[in-house]
């Protein structure tokens, strides 16, 4: 089925899959769809809607919507589309389908819906594979012009190996090209539109300095081509992941760090059309695609690496959790267990920001200088951001390291806090400027704290043009 002039509302539930939604949406754009968005609430934890509202050109439907939204949201969205898509759906919104109940946006819209409807759903295996949620889908699949799609088996974002994951963006466009759901072009010149008014083709212009949007990438879409976006011709660099500090060939001092923040970090940039490229460490967390990556193990490994790739970056955003000190001498063979104490001489590692404040410094000194094509070219707009991990006396600290680094800002988080920090999606934190007051710490998504970053960044290198 040929996508081009269709109408499709895009539902959003609230689950890790979210950002996925961000590409499937640019992926329908690009076949030529129209696409608009309703959300739950819990979904707009993970993705802001204002990055749905940047993508579509047109407002969300939100259940605390706008003063002036239409009262008959639940109706018009449904009305106007000519397939509804929930990508993803979650056991809990799977249930109030097949329930009949409908008290949020994604509900309502589907409970009022005439045209085909898609329902994709993405979740822990365990929850997948329970009675209830097999009852509910096997519910749906029974209901008219309703699809359910497979869910495939793989790694889930809890670190389990399962059934459950979302189908991929791009094979949910090669199904629905390859099915006959979508209805004929005689429903659509019958559909309902929603008012002009509602929609505004320059809304990502209109915004001043909110949060850019994240993660709105397919495979066959570069954002880097895009001269619209606000990093267009932009490099940054980014560190990321963790170091291992051999003691021996088998054992290392190192620390928890999975690199999901410099995951939404490279995700949210590239979004937004900056060239990225990461040095990075051991982690779990995998980098989308355009995004090019050195890999590295040692803090030194690493310092070297950021210092020969310094020059080039518009922007260098100091992610890694890199280690302060190594041991002074790694053992050639495994240090045997003999139970007796063990004694480790440990060194300092050299302190990447600084050393990467002090070379801009000193590069912006001869700024006046002429260059051959061999030098490295003059950039005194570069930004520098740095990050502090504190346990204690945040504000104080993070002051404090600002100040020794002379980066441009300093993300402060502490993860201290249950079900945050290491490993997980959430996190409290808070950005440190120079000059001005440590603002209180806020609990936000990793996703939220790279936008923030972005911001930031972009902000920065548009004043100092």
Known sequence: MNLAGKKILLG???GIAVYKSCELLRLLQKKGAEVRVC???????????????????CPVYLKNGAVEARPFQHIDFPRWADLYLVVPATANVIGKFACGIADDPVSLCFMSCTCS??????????????????????VLRGFENTTVLESPA??????????????????????????GVILSDAHCAES????????????????GQSNPPAFPVAQDIDPTLDATLPGHGKKVLLTAGRTEEAIDPVRYISNRSSGKTAVALASVFYANGFQVEVV?????AAFPGGVQVTRVRSAREMHDAV?????????????????????????????????????IELVPNPNILRDCTAARASRNQNAGTFHTGKEAPCNKQQVIVGF??????????????????????????APVASDSGFGHDCVRYTLVRPGMDVPEMKMGGKVDLAQEIVAFVIDKLRVSR
């Not at 990075?280 to 779990?284: C, D, F, Q, V």
């Not at 991990?389 to 441009?408: N, V």
Request: with cysteine.
């Open 154 to 179: 793989g790694e889930l974002a809890c670190g389990e190996v399962g059934q459950g994951r979302l189908m991929e963006p791009v094979e949910i466009v090669k199904w629905l090209e390859a099915s």
């Open 280 to 284: 990075a460490g051991p982690m779990e």
């Open 117 to 138: 409807r898609i329902v994709a759903p993405a979740m822990n295996v365990a929850m997948y594979n329970s009675p209830a949620v097999k009852r509910n889908l096997e």
């Open 39 to 57: 959300m739950t609430e819990a979904a707009t934890e993970f993705v802001a809607p204002l990055t749905f509202a940047s993508l579509s050109k």
């Open 388 to 413: 502090a991990l504190e346990t204690d006396h945040f504000e104080q600290h993070a002051a404090e390291k600002l100040a020794k680094s002379g980066a441009d800002a300093l993300l402060l988080n």
């Open 307 to 343: 210092m020969e790739r310094f020059d080039q970056a518009d922007a260098v955003v100091h992610c890694a959790a890199v280690a302060d000190y190594r041991p002074a001498h790694a053992a050639d063979a495994k240090i045997k267990d003999s139970r007796s104490q063990l004694t």
């Open 12 to 14: 959003v539930s609230g």
């Open 192 to 207: 309902k539109d929603l008012p002009a008014s509602e929609c505004h083709p320059g809304a990502e212009g209109d915004r």
